[in-house]
């Protein structure tokens, strides 16, 4: 039988990569004594999400986090930053650049399956590259691809392989948007691992840094997902995550509405034609995300009488559970075309160049702002 934890070196969760610990059942790594006489030992919060697809509220502190990302900045290492491309803006890790140093970054753009099939991946591609130039991200390569689908990571292997040299290769970005599954692919090209990392669609599944030997003496480091508050798959409930994440192909919703209409997204967000000609809006949401449409003026007394119940999801308990909303107006200017971005829930694209004054509700604190039409 293995030594008890404390009494040799720290043993880690070969799921997760935290330190492991026999005492406190709420604190990261705890792991039952008799698990320890498994041949890979996990800690109980990845056997949980592995087996029950179920995961506890234990998560890594920030300011943690940012120590571990500010290391990376000293090491000669190449930086993979994934970003989920339905959660573009809330999934870049603002201010990456002060971290990396001069250490090269190749982004990977994960989820491009859910975009529709006749997508103009080129024009997709100039598109990341502006947005990622405007938060003042340099990177060497931007790679379009999806984890679900394994599509785009042949391309990324290669890639890796180019700019990699003799370095170590980090792994970074927010919760929930597909790293795990990125690693996974990379321990089974690049290593003789058998064991995989937890994946899970839970926020910040990753909890302490792990390192993944490969064959030439060097490592992967996959660094814990940073749990970003202004998107919605932090704020809402396990059972209303599958209903905001889409999963298939978004099936863009065109509605030609008049001023004075309003959008309701389930009783998730709300979106307000205030002032314009008539023109036509698409909405990028995950189909489970029922949409209602009334009159403006009838928008207030609508959710009061209906949010949790007729407007779902979500449910009138969960619904208790989310912030207040907050009422964000933009004026779209004539001659643009624009998207209005909500993090987390989607996108409702402006198809008109026309302009116009709408008005966003969500959930306070939830990221909120207008950008160049991706589609």
Known sequence: MKEPIGEQEAMRCSGCGISLQTQQTDLPG????????????ICQRCFRIKNYNESSSVTVDQDEFLKLLSQIGNKNALVIHIVDLFDFQGSMISGLQ?????????????????LPKVTNWNKIKNWVQQQSKESGLKTEEIVLCSAKKNQGFD?????????????DV???????????????????????????????????????MVN???????????????VYPWRFSELVSREDLGATMPENPLKPMV????????????????????????QSFTCFLSPKTGIHRTKL?????????????MLTPPNKENLTKLPEWTRHEFSIKKGAYS???????GWIKINSDQGAIIAIHAPRGVKVLTRPSLI
């Not at 970005?173 to 990392?197: H, M, P």
């Not at 993944?212 to 940073?226: E, K, N, Q, V």
């Open 212 to 226: 993944i030997p490969l064959d030439d003496g060097h490592h992967i480091i996959d660094t814990p997902g940073i």
């Open 155 to 167: 391309r990324l292997l290669e890639t890796i392989a180019t700019y990699r040299g003799d370095r």
């Open 30 to 41: 705890y792991v039952p004594t008799k698990a320890l006489e498994q041949e890979q030992i």
């Open 297 to 309: 003026e009838r928008a207030d007394s609508l959710y009061e009488e209906h949010a949790g119940e």
């Open 98 to 114: 002060r971290f990396v140093g001069n250490n090269p970054v190749i982004l990977a753009v994960n989820k491009i399956d859910l």
């Open 170 to 208: 980090y792994v970074v970005g927010a919760t929930n948007v597909g790293k795990s599954t990125l690693i996974n692919r990379l321990i089974r090209d690049y290593s003789d691992l058998e064991q995989e990392l937890t994946t899970s669609r839970y926020p910040g599944t990753t909890l302490d």
């Open 255 to 278: 509605y030609q509405l008049n001023e004075g209409q309003t959008l309701f997204f389930g009783a998730m967000a709300r979106f307000d034609f205030v002032k314009g000609d008539r």
């Open 339 to 345: 998207d209005v971005f909500i993090s987390g829930l």
